[in-house]
């Protein structure tokens, strides 16, 4: 029983973790879908480039206010298209805000006045997207998640982010300089506590041609349908397990590429993902937006204990030519101990027991390039060790491959995850043993130990090409403290609005709408989108209605229009389209004894109102004191005129 070996610093051997099985499982049938991992160049990214292309051309040929209107029912649609791209916190903020300040043209477009009114024109579009967004919301919630609208084949022509299907010296190194996030892991349980077992598996490469170590299409899960049916294994021939398993749920970053990464040995859980041969995990299509899905992977675990000729062939395949002084110190090596396993301790203790180096700076490696590290340069990362080590170990007649992922991870406390960046990025090496199986050693562990136990912030905490790329990772990691957990918790707001927001899918909703109604059916979903909207609708209906807002009026208008409700009491209401002087008139000819406060009301009243005379602020507030006093005498004299009419 076995995980990873490798010496001790005073060069004995230890062995930590456990590998056994007993999992009964018979395979009758294998599906597998490796995708094409193809790049169009065509597809939304064109169309959403000649959506904005043409956007720009129409704003240059505005003339009219007709084109107005395209440009801003434009402006909608390319904010729609934004989301394609990003659903961020931070992007979802900002879209949120377009669309307020892209409503407020509209009605200030629409405006019956020429006056400027910025901010009553903020305050009305706020308003409206306000009041927009519970149907919003009643739509996000209900809405079925149709596949066209809400699986969008995003069809980037850029290059694949992390690592690919193919290793070179250099190529992991390079990742070492970035500070950008791989994925974020939530465990259903407790997180495991030794960094050291966080394996992030991700591919299995088995073909080297002397410079670069390659995923063959001979370990896909089509050879392993085919080999398994001409010998009628059960699935308890290949893998073993025992123990309770880790439940994980993994958000994997755009990567342009249909792999996915887990601990080892990972068995998909949601669907659309597939296992290959060499139990790697693929997506049903290329990883284009963020992807959530969840694992479940055993630590005590044995796989392929009994390896196939062509796996076994694969797996010892050497280049023709080349690295003549590795090939002989292998075979040398292997002639002095007496076992597959004493020989793969002996490679681990010359790594540790000589001047090798664990660094980010390269040194240039020559034709021979296994030979150039082991014995001339001793300096690289951890492609360089996995891939030398898996050559000695197949010169020596045993199979080996290497497995490139991540490893490694950073513990984010506030909502309880970790964090797997693009420094993680590692290589490590799975050795075939006789009754054991496929077993994984990791060779850089033997030259920098900090590496696997504390991560490779601590083992390139002194390297200046560290996070090169990213500098602002490199400053929210330094020592202040509070600029790190300030990234910590803007990290994991941005956890919970992908958990939460992003990834509610069909799935997701079915299992809400189950809860809630029991039985799913079609009438039940409708029944419940239309009652949620109408409710909104009408919410929205009976708060325009009731809270409409009423003309505005001048003080000296709203004095006027309170004594003309006064007089009304006494029959004496003003006139649809009458003058304030000829009501001045008919009311004084009426009630002789209202005739000279009605003359100084209706004299002030012109002056503010309508001769166009310029008062100052004192002034101004004057005449209304005076209006406001005339108007209270009015009311005096009016009350028991009032009186008598009501009796």
Not at 464 to 490: A, C, D, H, M
Not at 534 to 553: E, K, Q
Not at 558 to 584: F, K, M, N, W
Request: hydrophobic content about 45%; charged content about 20%.
């Amino acid at each position: 029983m076995h995980h990873l070996a490798y010496p001790d610093p005073c060069g004995q051997i230890k062995l930590s973790g456990t590998a056994t099985a007993s999992r009964h499982r018979r395979l009758h049938a294998v599906r597998v879908c490796i995708p094409d991992t193809r790049v169009g160049g065509g597809g939304l990214d064109s169309a959403a480039s000649l959506l904005a292309l043409g956007f720009v051309f129409k704003l240059i040929e505005m003339r009219y206010k007709r084109d107005i209107y395209v440009v801003i029912s434009l402006c909608f649609v390319m904010l729609m298209v934004a989301f394609l791209y990003s659903q961020s916190v931070v992007s979802t903020l900002y879209i949120a805000a377009s669309i307020v300040v892209v409503t407020g043209s509209m009605v200030a477009l629409n405006r019956s006045t020429l006056l400027p009114d910025v901010s009553g024109t903020a305050r009305l579009a706020l308003k409206i997207s306000m009041q927009a967004l519970p149907l919003t919301l009643v739509l996000f919630m209900v809405f079925p998640r149709i596949a066209p609208l809400w699986a969008v084949p995003m069809q980037a022509a850029t290059s694949s982010t992390g690592v690919t299907d193919e290793m070179s010296p250099g190529d992991i190194s390079q990742l070492g300089r970035s500070g950008s996030l791989a994925f974020r892991v939530k465990f259903e349980n407790a997180v495991p506590p030794l960094h050291e077992n966080l394996y992030w598996r991700g591919l299995v490469l088995d073909d080297f041609d002397g410079e670069t170590w390659r995923r063959t299409r001979g370990s896909s899960s089509y050879s392993m349908a085919s080999q398994l049916a001409n010998f009628q294994w059960t699935w308890e021939d290949r893998v073993r397990t025992e123990g309770t398993p880790i439940h994980y749920n993994i958000i994997l970053e755009p990567t342009q590429q249909p792999w996915i990464f887990g601990l080892h040995l990972a068995e998909p859980v949601s669907r659309n993902l597939f296992q290959s041969r060499n139990f790697e995990l693929f997506n049903n299509g290329l990883i284009t937006q963020r992807l959530s899905y969840d694992l479940r992977s055993f630590s005590d675990h044995q796989t392929d204990v009994i390896l196939l000729d062509s796996a076994r062939n694969r797996s010892l395949d050497l280049p023709a030519d080349g690295n003549d002084l590795s090939l002989e110190f292998a075979g040398a090596l292997r002639a002095s101990v007496s076992s597959d396993l004493d020989y793969v301790y002996a490679v681990l203790a010359h790594f540790q027991q000589n001047p090798f180096f664990y660094t980010l700076n390269l040194p240039l490696l020559g034709a021979d390039r296994v030979d150039n590290f082991l014995f001339n340069t001793q300096s690289g990362f951890c492609e360089h060790y996995a891939s030398s080590f898996a050559f000695l170990m197949r010169a020596a007649g045993i199979p080996a491959r290497v497995v490139i992922g991540y490893q490694g991870a950073e513990y984010n406390r506030f909502e309880d995850y970790l964090m797997v960046y693009q420094y993680n990025a590692h290589a490590w090496n799975e050795v075939w043993l006789e009754g054991e199986g496929w077993v994984r050693f990791d060779p850089t562990g033997v030259v920098s130990p900090e590496r696997i136990e504390l991560g490779v912030e601590e083992a390139l905490r002194d390297n200046p090409s560290f996070l090169q790329e990213s500098l602002l990772s490199r400053v929210t990691r330094g020592k202040f403290s509070w600029i790190n957990t300030l990234r910590l918790r803007l990290d994991a707001i941005e956890y919970e609005w992908n958990r939460r927001v992003v990834n509610y899918d069909e799935d997701v909703q079915f299992e809400l709408f189950q809860r809630l109604f029991g039985e799913v059916t079609g009438r039940k979903v409708l029944l419940l989108l239309f009652t949620l909207a109408g409710i909104v609708v009408l919410g929205i209906a009976l708060t325009v209605l009731r809270f409409a807002p009423g003309s505005r009026r001048a003080p000296v208008n709203t004095l006027y229009r309170r004594v003309s409700v006064e007089l009304e009491r006494i029959a004496l209401c003003r006139h649809q389209g009458e003058g304030p002087l000829d009501y001045c008139a008919r009311v004084s000819a009426a009630r002789p004894e209202l005739g000279e406060l009605m003359h100084e009301l209706t004299r002030l009243y012109l002056e503010l109102n309508y001769q166009g005379r310029v008062w100052s602020a004192d002034a101004t507030r004057q005449q209304l004191k005076l209006i406001k006093a005339i108007y209270l005498q009015l009311r005096f004299k009016l009350m028991p005129l009032t009186h008598l009419r009501k009796k």
